[in-house]
């Protein structure tokens, strides 16, 4: 195959990542791919630093980019690209348009990675969706939603996990993490990974731990401020740190990229986020072992086999959060591995992408 990798977005987030992996994971499997990305983003330059092609376009309107869409339709066409792919939503309408302008020269694939605020039948919504040939969900909460929330035939709408390179999840000494991490050696250690941001939940669990009538554990927040943004959450944080005494509590640590520490240096990881699409976190969690305490909306209830590998508290209500952290540190380790791995292999990268080639051969 000869795929065009598009993504306007200016970020460089989840969803991004989850397109340059994909695309690296292709091209090692012999397929020609192009990166179509906007010129200046994050995402091009990070293309770049990983040798994949790419092909620098302006910045596209999110709605009837038809001046672009005939640039773009050349540059398929002199590339003699054979299947676009998207994940951001926002491209759906250019993707649209290069359907129509192309015809059966494309196949054009949607990689859905954002839930439907809402339903999505309207008839502008219904003729762009009838240009894709293909809508894969990463799990079955999103194709359930993807066929009951929008006119798209079904026949479209398939399942296809987004991959993790579990050669990548290198699990290091307990002793050695804690030390590289600085945190207490003999102490339950929860861990949460993400920036400081209202919507992932940190400020969720600082008020699950105010109504605990003891805390026997410790609590590592590992992330950042979104750059060049101030949202006052972090400030947030050490106030409420610092109004209940807990300096040895709850400790931060900036990201890192090397996360094997962090995963190696905790007992379980928290995802508070209100209604996580599909938390990578969540998955890597897992491939290191640890159970994960998460809410029940969104993607979290499927990657956790509806609470078989963790355990699944209301969403955004810090009593039944407390609760959950509570029976996951008094109830230990009592996952099976063995049906946990069983379980991961499905969102394994290699078989992710030989399940994508099945769809086209």
């Avoid at 039948?121 to 993807?146: E, N, V």
């Avoid at 920036?195 to 940190?202: A, E, P, S, V």
């Avoid at 520490?261 to 290191?288: N, Q, R």
């Amino acid at each position: 195959m000869n795929i065009a990798y598009l993504c306007t977005s200016k970020s460089l987030g989840g969803l991004e990542l989850n397109h340059l992996r994909n695309a690296s994971w292709m091209q090692a499997r012999s397929h020609t791919v192009l990166c179509l990305f906007t010129e200046g983003s994050s995402l091009a330059l990070e293309a770049k630093k990983m040798n994949l092609p790419t092909v620098c376009i302006p910045y596209t309107r999110r709605y009837y980019p038809f001046i672009k869409a005939f640039q773009v339709a050349k540059l398929l066409k002199e590339n003699r690209i054979t299947h676009v792919f998207i994940r951001d939503n926002r491209d759906m309408s250019m993707l649209a348009t290069l359907k129509f302008l192309l015809g059966k020269k494309v196949i054009t694939a949607y990689f859905m990675e954002m839930q439907l605020g809402l339903t999505k039948k309207g008839i502008l919504h219904s003729i762009r969706f009838s240009f894709l040939d293909y809508w894969f969900c990463p799990l079955p909460f999103l194709q359930k939603q993807a066929k009951e929330w929008t006119h798209i035939a079904p026949r479209k709408v398939n399942l296809l996990p987004s991959g993790l390179d579990f050669s990548l999840v290198k699990k290091i000494p307990r002793f050695d993490a804690r030390e590289q991490l600085k945190v207490p050696q003999e102490a339950f250690i929860f861990g949460l990974i993400g920036r400081f941001d209202r919507l992932k939940g940190q400020l969720l669990v600082l008020e699950a731990m105010q109504t605990m009538k003891q805390l026997n554990f410790v609590l590592v927040f590992l992330g950042e401020e979104t750059k060049n943004e101030s949202n006052g959450v972090l400030s947030e944080i050490h106030s409420t740190i610092e109004k209940n005494g807990w300096s040895e509590k709850v400790l931060i640590r900036p990201f890192m990229s090397s996360v094997g520490i962090f995963y190696s240096a905790i007992d379980a990881l928290i995802m508070a986020t209100k209604a996580e699409t599909f938390g990578m976190v969540t998955l890597e969690a897992m491939a290191y072992g640890l159970p994960v305490v998460g809410s029940n909306l969104g993607g979290t209830p499927d990657l956790l086999d509806q609470g078989r590998f963790g355990r699944l508290f209301t969403s955004g209500n810090p009593f039944f959060l407390a609760e959950a952290m509570q029976t996951i540190q008094n109830d230990g380790d009592t996952i099976d591995a063995e049906e946990r791995q069983k379980h991961l292999e499905q969102f394994d990268h290699q078989k992710v992408c030989k399940r994508l080639e099945s769809f086209f051969n």
